[in-house]
């Protein structure tokens, strides 16, 4: 069973940056994709972006230029450094990872206040 645990969350002003980060733990294939997606109120989730265990990256047109996602293969950990925030930006953030199978984390809630 994997388990993926979230932190970083908060609630952050405009323009301002926060980093998320995502530990991931259990029996994992070397071969996966880990990445960010997010729900906002009355929105369907959403893939932020995501990064294969080869170094391969996808980004939401949206956070282009301002998200950056990166992962330690070695710790199974991933992270999301979020600059120049937006007001549209505030989701429940969750991390993903598919291998074999697709595993979820819980969330956590990055709101942006303009």
């Known amino acids: 069973q994997v388990q993926l645990v979230e932190s970083g969350g908060d609630l952050v002003q405009a323009g301002g940056s926060l980093r998320l980060s995502c530990a991931a733990s259990g029996s994992i294939f070397s071969n996966n994709v880990m990445g960010w997606y997010r729900q906002a109120p009355g929105k369907q989730r959403e893939l932020v972006a995501s990064?294969?265990?080869?170094?391969?990256?996808n980004y939401a047109e949206s956070v282009k230029g301002r998200f950056t996602i990166s992962r330690d293969n070695a710790k199974n950990t991933m992270h999301l450094q979020m600059n120049s925030l937006k007001p549209e930006d505030t989701a429940v953030y969750y991390c993903?990872?598919?291998?074999?199978?697709?595993?979820w984390g819980q969330g956590t809630q990055v709101t942006v206040s303009s």
């Open positions: 990064m294969s265990s080869g170094g391969g990256t």
């Open positions: 993903n990872l598919k291998d074999v199978r697709e595993y």
